[in-house]
């Protein structure tokens, strides 16, 4: 079973800064994607950020240019670095990991979430 093991979630002010990471126990495949997806209250869990193998990345629009997302492949890790945070980046954020399986199915896996809230 692969496990997603989430962390760095917390309460900060706007303007303020939050790491979080993300570690993938061991899948026996070589994991394509990982990215990060927030959900808010009553809303609907959206892309956040996306990084491929090769470091290929793509943003959502509100977050280009205050948002870094890197990935360690040995360390099966993914990073989400948030600068000048603003209320609106307030929910919860989900890991997801993205590989295909022996059987050439694409497999997808989601973290437990780890809550994010900016203050005004």
């Known amino acids: 079973q692969v496990r997603l093991v989430e962390s760095g979630g917390d309460l900060v002010q706007a303007g303020g800064s939050l790491q979080l990471s993300c570690e993938a126990s061991?899948?026996?495949?070589?994991?394509?994607?990982m990215g990060w997806y927030r959900q808010g209250p009553g809303n609907q869990r959206d892309l956040v950020a996306a990084?491929?193998?090769?470091?290929?990345?793509t943003y959502t629009d509100s977050v280009k240019g205050r948002f870094t997302i890197s990935r360690d492949n040995a360390k099966n890790t993914v990073y989400l670095q948030m600068l000048s945070l603003k209320p609106e980046d307030t929910g919860v954020y989900y890991c997801?990991?993205?590989?295909?399986?022996?059987?050439?199915?694409?497999?997808?896996?989601w973290g437990q979430g780890t809550q994010v809230t900016v203050s005004s």
């Open positions: 990084i491929t193998r090769g470091g290929a990345t």
């Open positions: 997801n990991i993205q590989f295909t399986d022996a059987g050439n199915y694409k497999q997808t896996y």
């Open positions: 061991r899948t026996g495949f070589s994991i394509e994607t």
